[in-house]
């Protein structure tokens, strides 16, 4: 086992100073060191170190007076003893330069950090703007998946609607009254001949018994033709009912100019709603179809 250069005592391979040229061990105590000093890979034991500073042979230097005992603080002896030990002197640059070097390159790290914050920030802004324009096309689809629902609904309205439209209308017609080869004549009243007509039947009609009184149909091409037929709707189903049943006891129903008419029930075809001219209609029924003209615009301007 190796012994120590300095005090002669065993020495622990683990924490001694070894010399870089000879084979000389030391304990760091007896050098004046601490037990955590680092020594250097070129390190040279007091000896080496005259030997090369002088250039001679220093080997009767009492190397043992360095550490007379375990106890006591070494100190170099001869030329050597006013100042510090060489080996403090010979480590400290080697960790300057290691200090040195370690701040070049945390700078480096730290200008590369630096970078890379600033790469996170760009990153994090376009992730922001991504995530806004996502949340807005997310939005529209929605409201492009609620529009089908809403067109169903609204068709499923309309609909509706037709069919209330149309009971409505078939419901009017109950009261409605077809004459005709009624002669017709420019400038004529309607209305007064549907009371003189009814009168020569022994029923009696006032002027606010008839709702409307018109001719449905185009005009006849050249004068004399054939007249139109006249539609005549009544405030009360009652009195429809009786001016029909006065026109079939009679059977032949002569007109003021002495030819033949015929009074009738209006035909009522529910399959066909749009053959009803407005008048007959009613403004109950104008007001629906307004609003389903008005659903149909925006049915289409959805779609």
């Not at 709707?233 to 032949?252: F, I, M, N, P």
Request: one cysteine or more; glycine letters at 6%.
């Amino acid at each position: 086992m190796p012994n120590c250069g300095a005090s002669g005592k065993f020495l622990s391979p683990a924490g001694a100073a070894a010399c870089s040229v000879c084979p000389s061990k030391f304990h760091k105590v007896c050098l004046g060191l601490t037990e955590k000093a680092q020594m250097s890979k070129g390190w040279l034991c007091p000896n080496c170190a005259n030997k090369s500073q002088r250039g001679g042979d220093n080997s009767q230097t009492p190397v043992k007076n360095i550490c007379g005992d375990s106890d006591t603080e070494a100190a170099p002896s001869g030329p050597e003893a006013g100042r510090p030990i060489s080996v403090s002197n010979v480590n400290e640059q080697p960790e300057v330069a290691e200090v040195s070097e370690f701040r070049r390159e945390f700078a480096g790290y730290m200008a590369e950090i630096c970078e890379f914050r600033k790469e996170m920030a760009s990153l994090r802004d376009s992730l922001t703007t991504i995530t806004s324009r996502l949340d807005l096309v997310q939005q529209r689809v929605e409201a492009l998946e609620k529009i089908p629902k809403k067109v169903a609904e609204l068709e499923g309205t309309i609909s509706q609607l037709k069919q209330e439209l149309n009971y409505r209308d078939q419901e009017a017609l109950l009261a409605d009254l077809e004459i005709g080869q009624l002669p017709e004549e420019k400038g004529e009243g309607v209305v007064q001949a549907v009371t003189v007509l009814a009168a020569r039947i022994d029923v009696k009609l006032e002027d606010q018994d008839v709702v409307f009184a018109e001719r449905v149909g185009p005009p006849p091409a050249e004068v004399g033709g054939r007249a139109r037929r006249v539609v005549v709707r009544l405030s009360r189903r009652h009195l429809r009912d009786e001016l029909l049943r006065a026109a079939r006891v009679r059977r032949s129903l002569a007109a003021p100019d002495g030819s033949t008419c015929s009074v009738r029930q209006r035909a009522t075809d529910p399959t066909e709603p749009s053959a009803i001219s407005p008048c007959a209609r009613g403004v109950p029924s104008v007001a629906l179809a307004l609003f389903l003209e008005e659903a149909w615009s925006n049915i289409r301007s959805a779609r």
